[in-house]
Nanobody
């Protein structure tokens, strides 16, 4: 059983930056592909970014490509999401998730989820 705890969310002005962290415990973190998803009020949860268990393969949603960067530190059991040039449409609750498979764009493929951290971008 893997526990995931996100942190780093907050209120930021458009054009600003935030770095989200997701700390894992209770499992072999390095064996999981990791992903970030987000969900805005009244909308479905959507894929943001994911990376392989070694961190060598990274994938992004078109809406964040070039602005967001996902990374992981397996020694610290932590995955990060660096978010730059934030826009009001990035406002959402952000969730990290662990996938025992090879990683996926789809939320239903992930085995474990954090509780989420809120990101609010003001215009």
């Amino acid at each position: 059983q893997v526990q995931l705890v996100e942190s780093g969310g907050g209120l930021v002005q458009a054009g600003g930056s935030l770095r989200l962290s997701c700390a894992a415990s209770g499992g072999t973190f390095s064996s999981y592909a990791m992903g970030w998803f987000r969900q805005a009020p009244g909308k479905e949860r959507e894929f943001v970014a994911r990376l392989s268990w070694r961190g060598g393969s990274k994938y992004y949603a078109d809406s964040v490509k070039g602005r967001f960067s996902i990374s992981r530190d397996n020694a610290k059991n932590t995955v990060y999401l660096q978010m730059n040039s934030l826009k009001p449409e990035d406002t959402a609750a952000y969730y990290c998730a662990a996938d025992a498979g090879g990683g996926s764009y789809y939320a239903y493929d992930y085995d474990y989820w954090g509780q989420g951290t809120q990101v609010t971008v003001s215009s």
